[in-house]
């Protein structure tokens, strides 16, 4: 099993530009989010999903949106990027939703610059 | 608001030292996890604990949890080189959203 993968690796942006980062996983986890961390600020939930074609907003969706056609996959959409949107992305997923032993599986990151 | 506080912020030891990094809140959790980043990749969960007073072991790693549910620290013995990363704790407050918080993290050096 590859685990959780995200696409691409690094990424430069100009001002106003829009990107797709993509996250899949292979592990047939209902449950999948997207944070972002920022220097020395923990992470913070963007959005998450319960399942194909469910999705809620987290702590900071601003900016930001999903979808989840499949289980597999979760793709995080930026429009009109700005610097304050300059982090590193992490993807994750879970077989349980929260509660007391939910472990999340996290992708390798991407990490977006916007200028 | 940061629920859960993580100190020391930084901490650069030499190898063989003992150390402990301490989480803390004022609000009662259902669980609180661990969870090591190594540069330039994800966070991976170390441990889970879930009961006042829990201690558990991994190898040379110990985790606590406080009486009150509303702390943890982990203490790594003889600290190694492998062992330099970032330490993420986060946890599930009661009777909140049940959405997990993560604190801001201690960022661990061992020098050989």
């Known amino acids: 099993n590859a685990g959780v993968t995200q696409t691409p690796k690094f990424r430069i942006l100009k001002i106003g530009q829009s990107m797709t980062l993509q996250c899949t996983q292979d592990?047939?986890?209902?449950?999948m989010y997207w944070y972002r961390q920022d220097p020395g600020m923990g992470l913070k939930l963007i959005y998450y999903s319960v399942g194909a074609g469910i999705t809620d907003k987290g702590e900071v969706p601003n900016g930001y949106n999903v979808s989840r056609s499949t289980t597999e996959d979760f793709p995080l959409r930026l429009e009109l990027a700005a610097p304050s949107q300059t982090s590193v992305y992490f993807c994750?997923?879970?077989?349980?939703?929260?509660?007391?032993?939910?472990?999340?599986?996290f992708g390798p990151g991407t990490r977006l610059t916007v200028l | 608001t940061q629920l859960l506080e993580q100190s020391p912020q930084f901490l650069s030891i030499q190898e063989g030292e003992n150390l402990t990094v301490y989480c803390n809140s004022s609000?009662?959790?259902?669980?609180l996890q661990w969870y090591r980043q190594e540069p330039g990749e994800g966070p991976v969960l170390l441990v889970t604990?879930?009961?006042?007073?829990e201690v558990k072991k991994l190898k040379r790693l110990t985790f606590q949890f406080g009486d009150a549910r509303k702390d943890s620290s982990l203490h790594i013995t003889a600290a190694q080189p492998g062992d330099t990363g970032l330490y993420l704790c986060?946890?599930?407050?009661?009777?909140?959203?049940?959405?997990?918080?993560f604190g801001k993290g201690t960022k661990l050096t061992v020098n050989p």
């Open positions: 986060a946890g599930v407050p009661q009777g909140g959203s049940e959405k997990l918080v």
């Open positions: 604990v879930v009961t006042g007073g």
């Open positions: 592990m047939n986890h209902n449950y």
């Open positions: 609000s009662v959790f259902s669980s």
């Open positions: 994750a997923s879970s077989t349980t939703f929260w509660g007391k032993y939910n472990e999340q599986f």
